[in-house]
């Protein structure tokens, strides 16, 4: 199996603790787990060679297994604290994933549970950025609101307001702030070398594949709930 002539490595990291959601990897949104949705997708996309849950946590070792990927291994303690890094995670992951299968992988994805509106068609643009664009890494981005925007932002000195940026009291009308992107977690997109090799995911030469819809990324429990309602009013396939 291969996307486009490459082999394809699918990493779903998620580890045990969480303090803004507790267990919020296991969080269900119509019936669910934020893990089983993103396993669920990354199936649906085919022609991913694997599919490795990343965890440190029997429960979610479980769950992963019960929606079809596979848990070849548990992800190191120091790997899984609030400290770890995501570049040293999936490093791990691919590399025990090499080890194990007795094979190298030119890709890889990574696609974080806790972004559940994430579609089979985020994942394959992002992988024909990379293939077809012949990038190092391509990740997945929403157009910020305007007033998110540095050209908003606001500071306090004391009770006084200032300006974040310099020329911040100019811009009163939306129309005139740049485009700025945020990203997503829907879909990080990389190559061999510049993950193994070079320790990199967005920091060099990332080429951003823009979703033009809301998106909801879960950090708070209210955004469970906004997931769930915006999902039931879409076809309520939890693939895609």
């Known amino acids: 199996m291969s996307y486009k002539g490459r082999s394809v490595l699918a990493v779903v990291p998620a580890r045990g603790g969480s303090k803004s959601i507790p267990r919020k990897n296991l969080r269900t949104i119509n019936g669910i787990s934020?893990?089983?949705?993103?396993?669920?997708?990354?199936?649906?996309?085919?022609?991913?060679?694997?599919?490795?849950v990343s965890t440190d946590d029997d429960e979610i070792m479980a769950e992963g297994a019960k929606y079809g990927a596979r848990v070849p291994f548990r992800r190191p303690p120091e790997l899984a604290s609030d400290r770890a890094t995501s570049v040293d995670m999936w490093i791990h992951a691919w590399s025990e994933c090499e080890k194990l299968d007795g094979r190298t992988y030119d890709i890889s994805v990574l696609l974080e549970p806790t972004s559940p509106m994430?579609?089979?068609?985020?994942?394959?643009?992002?992988l024909d950025t990379v293939i077809e664009g012949h990038y190092p890494a391509a990740a997945t981005v929403s157009?910020?609101?305007?007033?998110?925007?540095?050209?908003?932002?606001?500071?306090?000195?004391?009770?006084i307001i200032g300006f974040y940026h310099p020329e911040g009291a100019r811009y009163s009308l939306r129309q005139a702030?740049?485009?700025y992107y945020h990203r997503n977690g829907l879909c990080y997109a990389v190559t061999r070398k510049h993950l193994l090799e070079d320790r990199l995911i967005i920091e060099a030469h990332c080429a951003g594949v823009v979703?033009?819809?809301?998106?909801?990324?879960?950090?708070?429990?209210?955004e469970l709930r906004i997931a769930e309602f915006l999902l039931g009013e879409a076809s309520g396939d939890a693939g895609t």
């Open 34 to 52: 934020l893990l089983g949705r993103a396993i669920l997708t990354a199936r649906d996309a085919r022609d991913l060679d694997a599919i490795i």
């Open 118 to 126: 994430r579609r089979v068609e985020d994942i394959r643009r992002t």
């Open 143 to 159: 157009p910020t609101p305007a007033h998110f925007t540095p050209n908003k932002t606001l500071t306090l000195d004391g009770p």
């Open 177 to 179: 702030i740049p485009r």
């Open 211 to 222: 979703v033009d819809r809301y998106v909801v990324n879960i950090d708070e429990p209210y």
